[in-house]
């Protein structure tokens, strides 16, 4: 096996771990690549069924062709899909000029609680990779989130020899990690290597690209050439720009993520 059979293995069995020990799952998909690598991941670990839903934060200032992408994608995968607004934010005037963070949680983070308590989830499957940014490289493959989604990140059982703690009190959420040890380059590998489709915002046009997406208001473009997924491999192996360097919350504060993020941020 190399490096992509390994890692594609783990991430179904920890898919197939986490559809047998809790109740209640739904998916995460924020329309990126990593979810979307996710939900192929999820696809080819129920012989093309996807037995959970599929959960989409709708801020209402993502960038319209991620939208397109979105409506397409589960119409041909005929997938389960909940889109979720925090109206009651939005009616009320919140926006990213109220401060990115503040945004942030008021569109993302509440929005999600208020899915976890509609629906009554036990377990969120999420597209993080620990290579990606500081707070995300804390977290277990499962993780416990408190009844409000808050997440200690200072006490977190060890996960030796893929020995997984199931057993959370109940009222707590699970937060599963599948792709936690892949990498940014592992990602476009294995959508080469898939076929996976992905938005083309992230294929260069006039010299610049995406590397992660968001809102519009808060996410940039990087110079880049890489107009094709072989063009976009080659540039990551010689790369010294942080994926996110596009990503205004994570400029705004140093520590903008592992503080959203302990509050139940995605």
Not at 121 to 133: H, Q
Not at 212 to 228: H, I, K, P
Not at 232 to 247: C, D, F, Q, S, W
């Amino acid at each position: 096996m190399d490096r992509l059979d390994m890692l594609e293995a783990e991430s179904i069995y920890i898919l197939r771990e986490a559809y047998k020990s809790f109740g209640k799952l739904g998916m995460l998909w924020s329309i990126g690549k990593d979810s979307t690598v996710m939900l192929w991941l999820a696809k080819k670990a129920f012989f093309g069924h996807c037995p959970f839903p599929f959960i989409h934060i709708d801020t209402t200032y993502k960038i319209p062709e991620m939208i397109r992408f979105r409506d397409k994608i589960a119409k041909e995968y005929n997938l389960d899909l909940i889109v979720y607004t925090n109206w009651d934010a939005i009616n009320n005037g919140m926006g990213p000029e109220k401060g990115r963070l503040v945004c942030c949680k008021a569109l993302k983070t509440d929005a999600l609680q208020h899915v976890i308590d509609k629906y009554k989830f036990e377990g969120l499957i999420v597209g993080v990779r620990r290579d990606e940014e500081g707070s995300r490289s804390k977290e277990r493959i499962f993780s416990e989130r408190n009844k409000d989604s808050e997440w200690n990140y200072t006490n977190q059982p060890p996960e030796l020899w893929d020995q997984f703690k199931t057993d959370f009190p109940k009222g707590n959420h699970i937060r599963v990690h599948p792709i936690l040890n892949w990498t940014e380059l592992d990602i476009w590998q294995y959508i080469k290597r898939e076929n996976i489709p992905v938005v083309d915002l992230y294929f260069a046009k006039n010299g610049k690209r995406y590397r992660s997406l968001g809102c519009a208001q808060c996410t940039g473009q990087v110079d880049s050439n890489a107009s094709t997924v072989d063009e976009i491999i080659e540039e990551l192996k010689h790369t010294n720009i942080n994926e996110r360097a596009g990503r205004a919350q994570d400029r705004e504060d140093a520590y903008a993520m592992q503080k959203l993020r302990k509050d139940g941020y995605m």
